[in-house]
């Protein structure tokens, strides 16, 4: 991770070939403010996994029970900005992909300290 002067930080963060799932993200007293995608993505909605303690995640719904999810593009990379409050309130998280990836995958990530 690489923070900066205006209090971001940069960092990166993998999905496996083969899985949904991202390595987690740890936000210490940041929020998850964006992610940029890899040029090939084989789905094309990401979703995110919260957890309290780090090791037991669950997925990420609104207050009217709508799960959160960005529609994200497959064949470019592009940068995506999140809910800053939907975000915030998670110290520990995990990009979901709405199926398996096709190959291992490398994100992008921006803490922002809001």
Do not use: H
Request: aromatic residues 8%; proline residues 5%.
């Amino acid at each position: 991770m690489a923070q900066n002067p205006l209090n971001k930080i940069s960092g990166t963060v993998g999905i496996a070939n083969a899985a949904a799932d991202s390595d987690p993200i740890d936000c210490l007293e940041q929020t998850l403010s964006g992610i940029v995608t890899p040029a090939v993505l084989t789905n094309a909605s990401m979703r995110f996994k919260v957890s309290l303690d780090g090791q037991t995640y669950v997925p990420l719904y609104d207050d009217s029970n709508t799960l959160y999810a960005i529609t994200v593009a497959t064949g470019a990379s592009q940068a995506y900005a999140l809910s800053l409050p939907k975000m915030k309130p998670w110290r520990w998280l995990k990009l979901n992909m709405s199926g398996n990836e096709g190959a291992a995958r490398t994100f992008g990530y921006v803490l922002t300290g809001v």
